[in-house]
């Protein structure tokens, strides 16, 4: 079967730090895979998406990036955080018409 | 550019009602996703709706889509307390969201 995995679950970090968000699947080959962010009680704002090895499509111009160094590996990161990259970091992943599948999500909070 | 709009954003219901949420989207699309979010936790899928005219059951929740209005519906029969969450819809168009529905059902 297939799962995701996302870690960390929380991450406390200061502004200016790195940041580095990692989600893998099993059970599936070639997904399309997606980076989220929620802000609180916020919807979902798209943040990257993957539709292959090193094909990364941004949504939002910002201080983020994302890489997918393997079929099954997503990594969202940034060199210096904002206080404004607070929030729930979510990743998912789908092939064909399936529906989204998301990781546990990561909430992040920048002092 | 793509755009998905839900509502009500905030529903407060009593147990036992009905109540219908909207989910308007801008452009052509054949799939449209229903997901379910509780306080605190990640995203369940709760319909998948690939045509138009399409239509989904589960339990007391029903979606159903016209891709004619680019209108999905998502309706709440006799709602119970553990229907309380946030559903979202979502377009297929790499998967753009709705702003969410927070559904509070009261005793």
């Known amino acids: 079967s297939q799962t995701i995995h996302q870690w960390p679950a929380t991450l406390v970090q200061p502004v200016g730090s790195p940041l580095s968000l990692e989600c893998t699947v099993e059970g599936t080959s070639n997904p399309n895979l997606y980076w989220y962010r929620q802000a609180a009680g916020r919807g979902l704002q798209l943040l990257f998406y993957?539709?292959?090895?090193?094909?990364i499509s941004s949504e939002v111009p910002q201080n983020l990036s994302a890489s997918r160094p393997q079929d099954r590996q997503f990594i969202l990161s940034s060199k210096k955080l904002l206080l404004s990259d607070s929030g729930f970091y979510l990743c998912?992943?789908?092939?064909?018409?399936?529906?989204?599948?998301f990781g546990d999500g990561t909430r992040l909070s920048i002092l | 550019e793509l755009k998905v709009e839900q509502n009500p954003l905030f529903l407060s219901m009593q147990e036992g009602k009905n109540y219908t949420i909207y989910c308007n989207y801008s452009?052509?699309?054949?799939?449209l996703y229903w997901y379910r979010q509780d306080p605190g936790k990640s995203l369940e899928s709760l319909f998948v709706l690939l045509s138009n005219g399409a239509v989904k059951q589960e339990g007391r929740l029903m979606a159903s889509l016209d891709t004619k209005a680019r209108l999905s519906t998502l309706h709440i029969t006799a709602a119970v307390h553990d229907l309380s969450a946030t559903y979202f819809c979502a377009v297929r168009s790499n998967m753009r969201f709705g702003a969410g529905t927070r559904l509070t059902v009261k005793p």
């Open positions: 993957s539709v292959g090895i090193g094909q």
């Open positions: 452009t052509t699309s054949d799939r």
């Open positions: 998912a992943w789908t092939t064909g018409n399936q529906p989204q599948h």
